[in-house]
Nanobody, 119 residues
């Protein structure tokens, strides 16, 4: 069982930045693919970004490409999401997830952290 705890959310103005963190309890954190997802009110959950085991490969949704950066620190069992040039449409609850299989199927989920971007 892997527990994931997100932090770093908050209220920011359009054009601002936030960095989200996700701390994992897994002893073998480096074996997990890590992803970030978000869900806005009244909308389905959507993929934001993913990073493979060593951090060499990353993937992004088109809507955040060039603005968001996913990274990981395997020594700290933590994955990050640096969000720059934030827009009101980025407002959502952001969750991290861990997978043993692929960037499309996740086994463990965090509770999420709220990000609100004011216009």
């Amino acid at each position: 069982q892997v527990q994931l705890v997100e932090s770093g959310g908050g209220l920011v103005q359009t054009g601002g930045s936030l960095r989200l963190s996700c701390a994992a309890s897994a002893r073998t954190f480096s074996r997990y693919i890590m992803g970030w997802f978000r869900q806005a009110p009244g909308k389905e959950r959507e993929f934001v970004a993913a990073i493979l085991w060593s951090g060499d490969s990353t993937y992004y949704a088109d809507s955040v490409k060039g603005r968001f950066t996913i990274s990981r620190d395997n020594a700290r069992n933590t994955v990050y999401l640096q969000m720059n040039s934030l827009k009101p449409e980025d407002t959502a609850v952001y969750c991290c997830a861990a997978s043993t299989r692929s960037t499309r199927e996740y086994d463990y989920w965090g509770q999420g952290t709220q990000v609100t971007v004011s216009s």
